[in-house]
C-alpha cells in the first residue's frame, strides 16, 4: 500500500513537472517571434463592452423592496467606449 501511495505522489510530481516545461517552452517560443501577450487588456468597468447601464433605486416600495429604475446606457468613461485599456 505505501508502495502505490508513493508510486502516485511520483507520477503526480513528474506530471507536473512536465507541464511546467512545456509551458516554458512555449513562453521561451512567444518571447523568439514577440511578446504573445497584447499591448491592453479588456477594461474592468464595462467587462470589454464599452457601455455602462447603472440602475437607479427609487423611494417607492414594492413590499418586498425599493424599485429600481434602469437608466439609460452611458458610455464607459474609463476605455471611453473601446472596450479595451492599454496595459
Do not use: K
Not at 508513493?6 to 507520477?11: K, N, T, V
Not at 507541464?19 to 521561451?28: G, K, N, Y
Amino acid at each position: 500500500m505505501e508502495w502505490l501511495c508513493g508510486g502516485l505522489c511520483a507520477l503526480a510530481v513528474l506530471g507536473i513537472a512536465g507541464f511546467a516545461l512545456l509551458r516554458r517552452r512555449d513562453e521561451r517560443r512567444f518571447q523568439q517571434w514577440g511578446s504573445g501577450r497584447p499591448t491592453s487588456a479588456v477594461c474592468i468597468h464595462c467587462h470589454g463592452r464599452g457601455w455602462v447601464q447603472h440602475t437607479r433605486r427609487t423611494l417607492e416600495f414594492t413590499g418586498e423592496a425599493f424599485a429600481d429604475e434602469a437608466a439609460p446606457q452611458t458610455q464607459c468613461e474609463i476605455c471611453g467606449g473601446a472596450g479595451r485599456v492599454p496595459r
